[in-house]
């Protein structure tokens, strides 16, 4: 009778152990899916080149503020992978979804930088929104990028330049697009 009992109580404590352990399991998965911090992935073009986007592909901002120093706006990061034996040539480009009148100006402006081999970001290329076309590919970049084996990163920022006069209908404004990476043998 004892090793019935003690047989049922093993039984019993593996069970709330296995049922610890899927509680745990569930909820740390559960958190890993809900995070913001989860937005990388991998795409190709082709045979020619590899591209990932660490936080998104997607620069969506609202309850836009002026800053001083571009690096404290909103910014899309990802890198580019030369998959040929050549250089290839790379364009980045924004396709506007929607934005709001207001962010149609000179003070709106964007800025794209390129880490060296230094591992620093360099700016090369930038630009403003006052001629922003919904739906249209504005390419705001070409490049080109040599046969290696790692990625070139790149980050683009979206601010309102807070070191001019900006209209107060400016704040709380909202801007939608999406990155449009090209890439061709070069």
């Keep these: 009778m004892e090793s019935v009992v003690k047989k049922r109580y093993l039984i019993f404590i593996a069970l ?14 559960r958190q890993v899916w809900q ?4 937005t990388t992935f991998d795409t190709t073009i082709g045979d020619i080149a590899g591209v990932r986007f660490i936080n998104g592909d997607s620069i969506n901002v609202t309850n836009l503020g002026p800053v001083l120093d571009y690096r404290d706006s909103a910014n899309v990061e990802f890198g580019i992978y ?3 034996n050549g250089t290839i040539n790379v364009s980045v480009g924004l396709n506007i979804t929607s934005i709001s009148s207001s962010l149609q100006s000179s003070s709106f402006k964007w800025v794209l930088e390129r880490m060296n081999s230094s591992n620093v970001y ?3 290329a930038s630009g403003d929104f006052s001629s922003a076309i919904i739906g249209s590919n504005s390419i705001i970049s070409g ?3 040599n046969t290696g084996n790692s990625y070139t990163y790149y980050k683009l920022y979206v601010y309102i330049d807070g070191s001019v006069s900006n209209d107060a209908s ?3 404004s909202s801007m939608n697009s999406i990155v449009v990476i090209d890439a061709v043998n070069g």
């Design 16 to 29: 709330v152990l296995l049922l610890f352990v899927c509680v745990t399991f569930i909820t740390y998965a």
């Design 35 to 38: 995070s913001a911090e989860n």
């Design 82 to 84: 030369n998959r040929t």
């Design 122 to 124: 360099e700016v090369i």
């Design 143 to 145: 490049n080109s990028i």
């Design 170 to 172: 400016m704040m709380n």
